[in-house]
């Protein structure tokens, strides 16, 4: 069979402690991700608590809108185990004893040294004409059913490490055989400097042009994220769009990797230029040597970092003159040029980023209020300083402050040439 | 209006970054919490793709189902933010310019100093009988919507940052004003040391000790948590729990706050006693640092802090022996203490923490393999070091090494004597 348009796919999970709030649908996530690489369109997510009839109605409403539904948890030996129960209202089937999940079961109790007791026989019921799942790892079997004609349910258990290795080694290879999938194209640029509602008006007309593109947004502040998606049938429109795109973002463009973010391209330049880096974080007060650090291999690029969050500290360990902080202030740019200028000379670095503002929620004033943030990069072509106010909350204000620092350097360094 | 049985809640949760697995939905884990504690039941969480007919009946369907219906996301000024539409066309409401809503999105950009683009005005349609709900982080208002009798929708952006604080300004007050809820009493435990196995042998008996309280575990590795639940009647109940539980824990319970980290605990006690720290980081890379400064008002306790990530800065900044590097390596107990007493010395602080490990995935050798991380407190009751293997990923284990760093100086600052 060859799909016109890609099967529509939904998700059904299940759990009172996802409904509660005492547990992240990881579950969904994964499912989503994995479905979405098959080349299937994910229409929805619906979770529903441990009673029936929720569950009944959660799979029919899936049922009912798409082609694919994949249900997770439910699947074990409690009283509030009630997938398959709920599955055989939602579809009308009678629940079978199936002699093959029950002697699963039974496998998965001699390999740990145990004996199914009474109510693990409850996972051997399963509704009329579905076919097992393997689980090899844990005793819930999980099942595949038709529930009408051209509708296919998947139903695995809700533990993560059960339900991956169940999906990797079944689910995929029967949905691929059921469907003649193609699976779309995905281009992703993660950009700098510019807005959500600029990235609209730089960007919108590009479907128009461009016959066959999706294109989308997701805001990451400061950074945003611009997506096209294209069947393989219009791989050289996508192909087109993406030069145009490329070419309107320019320097505001920082990577086309997913989890590629601003420090490791600034890693990246400066490996490739051989040079070395030191960080003065005063407000920021270590998240950019974080970042930089959760980079693989930053030691090579990374030399050190101070953070100088007291007067002292900035005198002490990065050579700033008394006399600048007396009357400048510790949040100017001219503090946080002597800031990047000491932390270079201290490191031996070739390059040195410098932050210091006024998180907040205290500390502010009339001529400097929360969120003034000053921003100095040093570096062999020389030195660059700025002032922004953030009016965020004070996490988010350092947050914000440590991606701006890291995207200085990178277009300092963008200038410097490769 | 007194409710027999608390109102029925849903979660309409949207974005195709959702759908494709790109992003795990925090904001439905946020809402489904806070729901449930302000004695909401949840009973549903429907996520849908940015497509105008499938919010529209994720709408419908949840407002079927519940009294009350959360929604995030889809509020920003570009094509794919459908949530006012959606609602329109789910509940055959015009949409309608709302003066306020459009004011609030220019006094927004005024205070980032830039003008409402066209797309702005997107923002401000909001349908028919919308109650504006003002937000004060982002341009995106939010809005309240009595769909039918006794039926309540909150839309709220997408952004966590927006949406949690307009939850807490706005909507729990609405909910309360709306609804008679009879909130269940929590009380919530956060512990250091003890593994979530050993928590429950330990504390499994509290529910049939003390009657109507209910016991639940969360893992927030290395962390753990622990919620007891109880209805109003059984106050009295409650407290002779938390008394025993207490007891039992001693000083591995470090906070009852939701809020109060680590960090916090442990600046609070720098605080109280008049002391300061300062912080040696190796492989944690600033991320005790960043944790530190993410306490407001911290400057009152933390000195400074040195990110070592190269063998010279330990030498230079922190004065490690070059013998002790040589003969032990930058991965030891010995390097450990001497990156603490020397950040100690260095900053002329009362106590230093100090972390170096191999956080992988390269690095690792037979006798120190990935994971291997030092830890050294240096104070003024003396020093002490130990070491830890993590056999997780490299943000896992420098994520662990930050918690178990400053519980370390959490225990040595209770042993100080407070």
Redesign the interface.
Known sequence: MTQAHPPRAFIVSQGEE?????????N??????????LGLR????????DRIE?IA??LS?ATD?GEVVVCTGGLGPTDDDLTAEAVAVAFQRRLEFHPEAMKQVEQRFAAIGRQAAASDRRQAMLPAGARLIPNALGTAPGFALEPSPGHHLWCLPGVPSEMKPMWHEFVTDDARRLFNITEPLRRLFRVMGRG??????LL?DLPSRFPGIEL????H?PENQVKLVAEPEAAESLDAAVAELRQRLGKDLFSEE?DVGLAEVVGRMLLQRGERLA?A?S????????R???V????QW?????????N??KR??LGVADATLQKLGAVSEETALEMAAGARR???ADWAIAVTGI?????GSADKPVGTTCFAVDGPTGTRSRTL?F??????N?SWAAAIALDMLRRQLLRAGQ
Do not use: K
């Open positions: 996802i409904l509660t709030g005492l547990v992240v649908d990881t969904a996530n994964f499912l989503c991700g994995r479905l979405t690489d994910v229409r929805g997510v619906i979770t529903a608590g929720e109605s959660a409403s809108q959500e509602s600029r990235l609209q008006d919108g989308g947004f997701r805001a502040m997913e960080l974080e407000c920021t007060g270590g998240l950019i040597g974080h930089c650090v959760s693989a291999g930053s030691s990374l030399e050190r970092g101070f953070i100088t969050y007291s002292s500290a002490e360990n201290a490191a031996g998180s907040g929620p205290s500390g106010r009016g965020r909350d004070r996490n988010s350092r």
